[in-house]
């Protein structure tokens, strides 16, 4: 295993930084170090297109007065450059004159999670060869595979923090990730297929994954959609395969349960603690500590340790996704769900590894249960709108189900439904989990990673937007 | 800027024989307030700067970055990227540009104003859009946030091959998210105001538009799936001609990732419509007088009178496809090498005001937002479906709220069935001007 490092700046220095940040005053200060180095390769159209890697360092200081929150960034992690961005941070204390607050800290270790082979000491020609398998394998597949590209991904992000409260303590994040996408062409025009891989873990990946699949995978998606008829326009019933469709759990239920949207009363979820607002089959779960999936954290970007939330437990509403924000003023701890894209912004409420537990039903069953609808074996991205509950995800696999058979594939569409309504349609839950690729999640403009995941599932009725009449 | 360009000319200089080298160094301010419930809720003051460097030899392409601006950190940005390079595969198109003698336009777009604000001016802002916009209507039970911002950006690029360009902008913008609600139902809608200094914000218009749009939407309910003539909102054609510009792109065409490869020439739309990239217009947000990679931006013709013209190319697509750049490349800042891409696309407008547009109509559905886009827009089939809202338009006037549609065709049909184009231009956030578009046979799914 690989020593991790995690004092990024002296913890002397830090206690400076955050008595300066509460020289005029305030509730809370906090400082968040981050040391990220990155390396990306992208192969296109047969050539390794761009090698590119770079790193950054900085640290984020925020001091909360009241209801508001002061923040500042500095690339300068030298005391004087972390005590300038300090006192930036402190401005927002300026008119409320209040007493000055020495700091103390006491470090509590966090464990990272287990890498084997940190990226950084793989040499960079054995990636390129990965791309060039990828490529290969990708087109063996058809000659009607036209376009493959490739790319792939390693980060490693240190980070320390310290607040006013005496925390201090640190992680080192480490996550690989592999994609292939393809463009097959055929009689009725040219479709995509994309699939990818990613695991919070270095270059033993490939160990336990391969390249090859990942891209056969990719142009097998690509060419069953020559074939694909529109997709219906209308309501119908679908079966979502495991571990394709977390992006609907993320969407219908996931952020509507971020205690900042409920805070402000702009989530359909407020006030419904203790409420059944699922079917009863449903349990859903957020778990920052799970396994090395894509959200997998030791701690969050407020140093709380990530661990296992249970939000909703057989169809009642348990429990919001919090963080040190809104727990504060909530009178709770946090969750371990505060996270940020980098030392540039603000932390808030988001999501880690977010699934529907296991059922009990035979997935098989499901779908030949099914006279009609459709069977959704891929998703591609989604949106929602918290506050109406209004959400959507679109089809990148999917198969028309006919008398309880998986028939014909299907053009791509989005599809439309109400995360409240959706989640009480839900009237089977396969016994079979698994977790989906690795996500990206966009909110209030960070991008953080997570995982997602469910058993196969049958919702009785959701809208198809496809241009195929009813 | 002097000091961007200093160390970009000094990276630059370091190219060794036979090695081409680009440095891109930018520096930004940018200052940002949350106002909630007539408080702030969050104040936050930033200063980023980093350099991205390129370097070309043998037909190898390889970058890095570093985010600072220190003499050392650009030094082992340079090393780095040399050391890529020779991972990278030979391509023959590969390569940086020098000057090509077209002159750039002379576009002032910092505001000195701006730069000189005061946080308390800003503060000022936030506070009295939130305030305004939970007084603009009594069915306005929440404003979730009401958000100033602004940027300050300088850049420079300089390459070895003789190019060295620098720029500098200033933008401020206001937006608000307002939630409605009567009775059981909640709905929501967004306003907003750009400039690039304050005295360019609209408060009121921000707020207004964020409560009408919440507010009209009360009510709203799922319609009957059917097929009909939509009107799009100027933000919703906004969105809609991003992406089909996207599909212009030289080298998704070169790539066969694009619906339009090879279709220069043919009617690939209505004969009333012209589609151009105009980065030199100072009224698009998107104006700027260099690209990524230092050439001149100037005016491109993509479509006119319906047929395809051509395509944007940076220097290696247009390599690829033996035609010069268009000086489209843009760049997502110095962590990211330059790509192909749109700046400031419009249509031209018609002659028709928005409501004569729904005239023209008389029985559809008018969007006034979409989402999903990211995952219902494919650009390479074309299939489009995305999740909407909006009213219906009965008589050739605006009637009932419809939700949770999605509405679906391709961008192949909807460019070849606009059935009218308004007059009602307007420079938006992003890289497109807005204007009220009707599209005739469109899917609506709804129950």
Redesign the interface.
């Known amino acids: 295993m690989v020593q991790s490092e995690t004092t990024l700046v002296e913890p002397d220095v830090l206690r400076r930084v955050l008595s300066e940040a509460l020289k005029r005053g305030g509730d809370f200060a906090e400082a968040f170090v981050e040391d990220r180095s990155a390396t990306g390769i992208t192969l296109d159209d047969r050539r390794v297109e761009e090698l590119s890697s770079g790193r950054e360092k900085g640290a984020g200081i925020r001091v909360v007065v009241g209801e508001t929150t002061g923040f500042a960034h500095t690339a300068d992690l030298s005391e004087r450059g972390l005590l300038a961005a300090a006192e930036a941070a402190a401005a927002v204390a300026r008119q409320r004159g209040g007493r000055a607050r020495e700091v103390a800290l006491t470090a509590t270790p966090a464990a990272p999670s287990d890498v084997s082979v940190l990226p950084g000491s793989v040499a960079k020609a054995r990636k390129v060869e990965l791309l060039r398998q990828a490529d290969d394998a990708a087109r063996s597949a058809s000659g009607a595979i036209v376009q493959v590209s490739a790319g792939y991904g390693d980060s490693r992000r240190r980070i320390q923090v310290a607040n006013s409260d005496g925390l201090l303590t640190g992680d080192d994040q480490v996550r690989t990730r592999f994609r292939v996408s393809c463009v097959a062409a055929g009689d009725a025009g040219m479709q995509t297929g994309s699939e990818s891989l990613g695991r919070t873990i270095g270059f033993e990946l490939f160990e336990r994954a391969s390249v090859e699949e990942v891209a056969a995978e990719a142009a097998r998606r690509a060419l069953t959609k020559l074939s694909a008829r529109p997709a219906p326009s209308g309501v119908v019933p679908v079966v979502i395969r495991r571990g394709s469709g977390g992006v609907l759990i993320h969407e219908a239920c996931g952020h509507g349960l971020e205690a900042d949207h409920i805070v402000k009363d702009s989530s359909v979820y407020t006030g419904r603690l203790g409420e059944l607002v699922a079917s009863p089959l449903v349990t859903l779960v957020d778990d920052g500590s799970f396994g090395d999936e894509w959200g997998r954290l030791a701690i969050d970007d407020e140093g709380r340790p990530g661990r296992r939330n249970v939000l909703i437990d057989k169809g009642v509403l348990t429990d919001y996704m919090w963080d040190e924000l809104r727990a504060r003023k909530a009178g709770r701890p946090s969750s371990g769900n505060g996270r940020r894209e980098s030392y540039q912004h603000l932390p808030m409420v988001r999501m880690t590894n977010t699934f529907l537990t296991a059922g009990e039903d035979d997935p098989d069953d499901i779908v030949a249960s099914t006279p009609h609808g459709v069977f959704v074996a891929h998703l591609g991205g989604g949106q929602v709108n918290t506050a109406t509950g209004d959400f959507l995800f679109g089809t990148t696999e999917a198969y028309l189900i006919e008398n309880g058979r998986i028939t014909e594939p299907l053009r791509d569409a989005n599809l439309i439904g109400n995360g409240p309504d959706v989640l009480a349609r839900i009237d089977a839950v396969g016994n079979d989990f698994d977790m989906g690729g690795p996500g990206t999640c966009g909110k209030d403009g960070q991008s953080v990673p997570v995982g997602c995941g469910q058993p196969t599932l049958r919702v009785t009725g959701i809208t198809f937007g496809g241009t195929a009449g009813g | 800027m002097a000091e961007l360009v200093d160390l970009a000319r000094a990276v630059a200089a370091e190219a060794a024989p036979g090695e081409e080298v680009e440095a891109f160094a930018s520096r930004g301010r940018e200052t940002s307030v949350r106002a ?1 419930e007539g ?12 350099i ?1 460097v390129r370097v070309v030899k043998d037909g190898r ?8 601006l220190d003499e050392a950190s650009a030094r082992e ?1 340079l090393a ?1 990227a040399r ?3 020779g ?3 030979e ?1 023959p198109h590969a390569g940086l540009t020098g000057p090509d003698g077209v002159e750039a336009a002379g576009l002032d777009l910092w505001r000195e104003s701006l730069a000189a604000s005061s ?1 308390e001016d800003k503060i000022a802002l936030a506070l009295e859009l939130d305030r305004r916009t939970r007084a603009a209507d009594r069915r306005i ?2 404003v ?2 009401a958000d100033y911002s602004d940027a300050l950006r300088e850049s420079a690029v300089v390459t070895s091959k003789g190019i060295e360009a620098a720029t500098r902008r200033t933008t401020c913008s206001l937006s608000v ?1 307002a ?1 409605a609600g009567e009775g059981e139902q ?3 809608g967004y306003g907003y105001s750009v400039g690039r200094e304050l005295a360019d914000l609209d408060v009121g218009r921000a707020a207004g538009d964020a409560a009408e749009r919440s507010t009209r939407m009360l009510g709203a309910r ?1 319609p009957l ?1 059917q097929r009909l003539p939509v009107v799009l909102d100027r933000r919703v054609t906004a969105t809609l001609l991003s992406i089909v510009a996207g599909t212009l792109s030289g080298e998704e065409v ?4 694009s ?1 339009f490869a090879g279709r220069v020439g043919e009617e690939v739309a209505v004969g009333n419509l012209s589609l151009v990239d105009d980065p030199t217009d100072p009224a698009a947000l998107g104006a700027t007088p260099f690209d990524a990679e230092g050439l001149a931006c100037r005016r491109n013709r993509l479509i006119e009178g319906g047929k395809l013209l051509g395509y944007l190319y940076d220097t290696h697509a247009g390599r690829v496809a033996g035609t010069p750049s268009t000086a489209s490349a843009v760049r997502g800042g110095y ?3 330059p790509g192909v891409g749109a700046r400031a696309v419009l249509v031209e407008p018609g002659d028709l005001d928005a409501e004569e547009v729904m005239a023209v109509v008389g029985l559809g559905l008018f969007v006034q937002s979409v ?2 886009v ?3 827009v ?1 650009p ?4 489009f ?3 909407a ?1 909006g009213l219906m338009i009965r008589d050739g006037a605006l009637a009932e709220p419809v ?7 391709t961008l192949q049909r909807m460019l070849q069935h606009v059935l009218a184009i308004g007059s009602d231009l307007e420079w938006l956030p992003g890289s497109a001007a807005g204007l009220t578009l009707a599209i005739d046979d469109v ?5």
């Open positions: 909630f408080e702030v809720e969050s104040l936050s003051s930033a200063e980023s700067a980093g991205g392409m390889g970058f890095a970055f570093a985010g600072a940005a780095e050391d890529n390079a991972y990278a595969s391509d946080p039970r929440q979730v946030s998210s939630v909640t709905q929501t799922k799936s070169a790539k066969g990732r619906l962590r990211t090498t989402s999903g990211h995952s219902g494919n390479v089939s074309g299939d479906s995305v999740g809202e939700r949770e549609i999605a509405i679906a065709s899917s609506m799914s709804g129950s």
